[in-house]
């Protein structure tokens, strides 16, 4: 069946046929699918502005999709309506190498943009564990995990600024381009930090169209080592120490893997390993910089981890994390070795010294639902971790067993010391229950999008629809 097109605004294509709509009814999370009434793919901001013009003329629900590779529910339009598809807005708009700052489109893709920027010598601070088929838009919008990283934070440190146009059309840029003709160079300006407000927010508040992300060189010196451990009450103790030490200034990326994530990969790749002989816990560590920097800051964090009991153990360097590391292809090059169709992720943050309480919650999963295959890895940040619980299943026959066992998961992590991280629809509830946080949500929402008409059910916001 061919697609249908109407023509709105400028000319940019519309679907309205069952068919073309399927895409657009999900992410890859385990959230229930929604139904779009119609999907558009709006070439500029301007398209945008048009578009949330006929959402309000229809009273259409508006949702925005990327590329449809995060974990938590966000793109999924639980209220039907209008989905905007930014896949066509994928330009690099501004590349300011004497500021450090590159200006981009929502809907341009990791993958295209590491390779504009390498030809520069630049690069950016994270990119998401979906690798090359996420966009920038989605990334930001869902507050990706990303790589997470010890010198990088998190996405939303990576942020200079950004181009929101809100539910009635009003177009909004924060940081110092908030200022006629100053541009993107300083976030933290003017007054109170607009740009955090729509960093993780899965479009409740407006469709973000540029977004202004920090540069940095590419390293002279890259290497990678992996530290194996007793066990996880040993490895988070080299972490703490470790981020105290602000040992963490050439740590691009550093993850932790539990024992039985290290078996599984092991197995898969070297079946004739005994697993006896493998550590309980390890720590993958990516350094890049100076040289002589580099090599110091090696040595310290390997003399570190010897006085917590940590050893080379370079097998899972060589089957896993270099690769994961140089050919930048993250998170697919982990789910390739299960022979399952999906994988549910649930994201955390915990403080470092709870790295062994994680690890216990993950492994009362694998006790209650032996039928799934369950993995955990967490990435640390200047301070604190970001924990992922991965279950792999069979979407054709689990659906259902997997989103129980995924709902039972949630309570074992926040007795464990864990908080939400790229809420979605997933912890919906969860931001629901944090009293007057979720409070000064609704009363933010009210004040934007007064009609509700934006991202209906994302961080529990207007569950009802409009």
């Known amino acids: 069946?061919?697609?249908?097109?109407?023509?709105?605004?400028?000319?940019?294509?519309?679907?309205?046929?069952?068919?073309?709509?399927?895409?657009?009814?999900?992410?890859?999370?385990?959230?229930?699918?929604?139904?779009?009434?119609?999907?558009?793919?709006?070439?500029?901001?301007?398209?945008?502005?048009?578009?949330?013009?006929?959402?309000?003329?229809?009273?259409?629900?508006?949702?925005?999709?990327?590329?449809?590779t995060m974990y938590a529910g966000g793109a999924n339009p639980a209220a039907g309506g209008l989905v905007i598809d930014v896949s066509r807005m994928n330009r690099v708009l501004e590349l300011d190498l004497e500021r450090g700052v590159v200006v981009v489109e929502p809907g341009i893709r990791f993958a295209d943009l590491l390779a504009r920027l390498a030809g520069h010598g630049q690069t950016v601070g994270i990119v998401p564990s979906t690798g090359p088929a996420a966009t920038v838009g989605g990334a930001l919008a869902a507050h990706a995990l990303g790589t997470g990283s010890a010198r990088h934070q998190s996405m939303g440190d990576c942020v200079a600024g950004l181009e929101v146009i809100l539910a009635d059309g009003t177009r909004l840029r924060t940081g110092s381009a908030a200022c006629s003709d100053a541009g993107f160079f300083q976030r933290y300006c003017l007054g109170p930090d607009l740009t955090g407000l729509f960093i993780g927010a899965d479009g409740v508040f407006g469709v973000v169209t540029a977004i202004a992300l920090w540069l940095h060189p590419l390293p002279a010196t890259r290497e990678t080592c992996v530290l194996g451990f007793l066990d996880a009450a040993a490895a988070s103790a080299?972490?703490?120490?470790?981020?105290?030490?602000?040992?963490?200034?050439?740590?691009?990326?550093?993850?932790?893997y539990e024992g039985g994530s290290i078996r599984a990969r092991v197995a898969a790749a070297r079946p004739e390993v005994d697993a006896a002989s493998l550590p309980g816990f390890c720590i993958g560590l990516d350094l890049g910089g100076d040289a002589d920097e580099v090599a110091r800051d090696r040595?310290?964090?390997?003399?570190l981890a010897?006085?917590?009991?940590?050893?080379?153990?370079?097998?899972?360097?060589?089957i896993y994390f270099r690769t994961l590391r140089y050919d930048e292809n993250y998170w697919y090059t982990y789910a390739g070795y299960f022979s399952r169709s999906r994988c549910a992720i649930l994201m955390t943050s915990l403080p470092s010294a709870r790295l062994a309480d994680f690890c216990a919650a993950v492994d009362a999963q694998r006790r209650r639902f032996p039928e799934f295959v369950w993995a955990s890895a967490a990435v640390l940040c200047r301070r604190g971790l970001h924990g992922g619980v991965l279950a792999f299943y069979d979407e054709r026959t689990q659906w259902d067993a997997m989103r129980a066992a995924i709902a039972a998961a949630i309570p074992d992590l926040r007795a464990a010391g864990c908080v939400p991280y790229k809420s979605g629809k997933l912890?919906?509830?969860?931001?629901?229950?944090?009293?007057?946080?979720?409070?000064?949500?609704?009363?933010?929402?009210?004040?934007?999008?007064?009609?509700?008409?934006m991202a209906p059910g994302n961080l529990g916001l207007g569950e009802g629809g409009l």
């Open 427 to 453: 912890f919906a509830e969860e931001v629901r229950a944090t009293g007057a946080y979720f409070d000064v949500l609704q009363r933010l929402k009210a004040a934007l999008d007064p009609e509700g008409r």
């Open 299 to 303: 040595a310290r964090l390997a003399a």
């Open 1 to 68: 069946m061919s697609s249908v097109l109407s023509e709105v605004a400028d000319g940019f294509p519309l679907y309205t046929e069952t068919l073309d709509l399927l895409p657009y009814g999900r992410d890859c999370s385990v959230v229930p699918p929604g139904r779009a009434g119609l999907a558009a793919q709006p070439a500029s901001a301007e398209d945008v502005i048009a578009l949330l013009a006929r959402a309000r003329r229809e009273r259409l629900p508006v949702y925005v999709r990327g590329g449809g």
């Open 238 to 256: 080299f972490v703490v120490a470790a981020q105290a030490s602000e040992l963490t200034r050439n740590l691009w990326y550093a993850a932790c």
């Open 306 to 318: 010897a006085r917590h009991g940590g050893t080379d153990f370079p097998l899972f360097d060589e």
